[in-house]
């Protein structure tokens, strides 16, 4: 059985990027409606239902499932023995960064979420040999950043022995330890030694005096690991800041990392900052949000306000609907000075508003009345017929559709737009 000293169980895969790719494909390949219910992990002999969708990504229905597999156990799919194929949190913000182009943070993604897994995994004595609970078993990269000489480092040979010393299976598992290590961003290969980069300081020193709470289950550590976000995860804060950073350090123009390249990060966090604060008008004046980056408060008052009002556009006469259809408009600008009431974040400073709206809104051709009722600018005569002045000017002198609270924007917040945007 696997040994923390000579024996380090490892399953025959690898977390090379190009394998991630691959799996990438076949999760495509997945949601397609042949696929849904599809086992992917049954019997190969004779299913040709098997070969086709291996054949999609190029390779043999054996190297299929160990590549899946393989990306269960590091974190980027969520476990199970059916299609579709459905990425974790982890993976679900590696896969749209990827998508979007920015592949430099999309590869910090894989490097992190590689380390969480490497993090929570343990050897234990039972026939499956390894867990994802680090309560049931010794966590090797705890052992292995506790063991390390006084330059972080340990020599290859030594590597060897401790992976492979005294192991009793067919192979050994040295090497693909050493390329998960390297992968993950945490060690260097350099003169015959792996050297700790000095990557996550604070996430290692938390794993290095890490004691796993028994009172977590497997379940429990699933989606942690699935998402390391969630209040139960030991690593939250850690892993937050570290996506804060990887947002900040960004060298692109503020407005493109904000709502392209890094919205996934900021997006993870404030989805989770939403869940764990407690309602309140004025979120900017909550403690919780203390630590957060200005971008990640704002997310997430947009996240309440979207769902506020159901992911309706408040607009009468508009019937756009759906989350990733609507955004959350300011009323009182968040760039304007802060008055008496703080407004940036406030719970009833905004309007759940499609993309056209919110455009038409923010320019000032309508505003609301102090009774919550569309009123639009005569500046609406100077443009073309189109559905979105149709939409707003069939909406005069009606109400904005109710909020699921039933509580309505403060009057003050109107005045301001009426008085600031709007165009008369």
């Given at each position: 059985m696997a040994s923390i000293n000579g024996d380090w169980f490892h399953s025959r895969s690898s977390s090379n990027w190009d394998e991630l790719l691959t799996?990438?494909?076949?999760?495509?390949?997945?949601?397609?409606?042949?696929?849904?219910?599809?086992?992917w992990s049954g019997g190969r002999q004779g299913n040709k239902k098997m070969h086709r969708f291996a054949a999609t990504a190029g390779i043999q229905p054996s190297t299929m499932q160990t590549k899946i597999r393989a990306m269960i156990r590091y974190g980027?799919?969520?476990?199970?023995?059916?299609?579709?194929?459905?990425?974790?949190?982890?993976?679900?913000?590696?896969?749209?960064?990827?998508?979007?182009?920015?592949?430099?943070?999309?590869?910090?993604?894989?490097?992190?979420?590689?380390?969480?897994?490497?993090?929570?995994?343990?050897?234990?004595n039972t026939k499956a040999q390894y867990s994802l609970n680090p309560a049931k078993g010794k966590m090797p990269l705890k052992f292995l950043l506790n063991i390390l000489d006084s330059n972080n480092s340990i020599s290859l040979k030594e590597f060897a022995v401790l992976v492979d010393g005294n192991t009793k299976r067919v192979g050994n598992n040295n090497s693909y330890w050493r390329i998960d290590l390297i992968n993950s961003g945490l060690f260097q290969e350099a003169n015959s030694r792996l050297y700790y980069t000095q990557k996550y300081k604070q996430f290692v020193n938390e794993i290095k005096s890490?004691?796993?709470?028994?009172?977590?289950?497997?379940?429990?550590?699933?989606?942690?690991?699935?998402?390391?976000?969630?209040?139960?995860?030991?690593?939250?804060?850690?892993?937050?800041e570290i996506f804060e950073t990887i947002v900040q350090q960004q060298n692109v123009e503020e407005q493109i990392t904000d709502e392209i390249y890094t919205a996934p990060l900021v997006n993870a966090v404030s989805e989770q900052e939403e869940l764990q604060t407690p309602e309140v008008d004025i979120l900017s004046t909550d403690t919780r949000f203390s630590q957060s980056t200005r971008r990640v408060r704002v997310a997430t008052w947009s996240i309440r306000?979207?769902?506020?009002?159901?992911?309706?556009?408040?607009?009468?006469?508009?019937?756009v609907n759906g989350q990733i259809f609507v955004e959350a408009a300011h009323i009182?600008?968040?760039?304007?000075?802060?008055?008496?009431?703080?407004?940036?974040?406030?719970?009833?400073?905004?309007?759940?508003?499609?993309?056209?709206?919110?455009?038409?809104?923010?320019?000032?051709?309508?505003s609301l009345t102090d009774g919550h009722k569309i009123i639009a600018s005569i500046k609406f005569n100077e443009i073309p017929e189109q559905s979105i002045k149709s939409v707003i000017l069939s909406s005069v002198n009606q109400k904005i559709k109710n909020r699921i609270d039933s509580r309505l924007p403060l009057v003050e917040f109107i005045q301001f737009h009426r008085a600031n945007r709007f165009r008369g």
């Amino acid at each position: 059985m696997a040994s923390i000293n000579g024996d380090w169980f490892h399953s025959r895969s690898s977390s090379n990027w190009d394998e991630l790719l691959t799996v990438r494909t076949l999760v495509l390949e997945s949601q397609k409606p042949e696929y849904i219910g599809f086992g992917w992990s049954g019997g190969r002999q004779g299913n040709k239902k098997m070969h086709r969708f291996a054949a999609t990504a190029g390779i043999q229905p054996s190297t299929m499932q160990t590549k899946i597999r393989a990306m269960i156990r590091y974190g980027f799919i969520r476990d199970g023995n059916a299609c579709p194929l459905v990425w974790t949190r982890m993976g679900s913000l590696w896969n749209d960064l990827y998508t979007v182009g920015n592949i430099a943070v999309s590869k910090q993604v894989y490097e992190l979420t590689l380390t969480i897994s490497l993090a929570i995994y343990a050897f234990n004595n039972t026939k499956a040999q390894y867990s994802l609970n680090p309560a049931k078993g010794k966590m090797p990269l705890k052992f292995l950043l506790n063991i390390l000489d006084s330059n972080n480092s340990i020599s290859l040979k030594e590597f060897a022995v401790l992976v492979d010393g005294n192991t009793k299976r067919v192979g050994n598992n040295n090497s693909y330890w050493r390329i998960d290590l390297i992968n993950s961003g945490l060690f260097q290969e350099a003169n015959s030694r792996l050297y700790y980069t000095q990557k996550y300081k604070q996430f290692v020193n938390e794993i290095k005096s890490f004691t796993p709470n028994p009172l977590l289950t497997d379940n429990d550590w699933q989606a942690i690991r699935d998402n390391p976000l969630i209040d139960a995860s030991p690593f939250k804060s850690s892993i937050k800041e570290i996506f804060e950073t990887i947002v900040q350090q960004q060298n692109v123009e503020e407005q493109i990392t904000d709502e392209i390249y890094t919205a996934p990060l900021v997006n993870a966090v404030s989805e989770q900052e939403e869940l764990q604060t407690p309602e309140v008008d004025i979120l900017s004046t909550d403690t919780r949000f203390s630590q957060s980056t200005r971008r990640v408060r704002v997310a997430t008052w947009s996240i309440r306000i979207k769902k506020k009002y159901n992911y309706l556009c408040a607009v009468p006469n508009c019937d756009v609907n759906g989350q990733i259809f609507v955004e959350a408009a300011h009323i009182k600008p968040d760039n304007a000075t802060e008055d008496t009431i703080p407004h940036r974040t406030h719970i009833l400073n905004g309007l759940c508003l499609c993309r056209h709206c919110h455009i038409a809104f923010d320019k000032g051709y309508f505003s609301l009345t102090d009774g919550h009722k569309i009123i639009a600018s005569i500046k609406f005569n100077e443009i073309p017929e189109q559905s979105i002045k149709s939409v707003i000017l069939s909406s005069v002198n009606q109400k904005i559709k109710n909020r699921i609270d039933s509580r309505l924007p403060l009057v003050e917040f109107i005045q301001f737009h009426r008085a600031n945007r709007f165009r008369g």
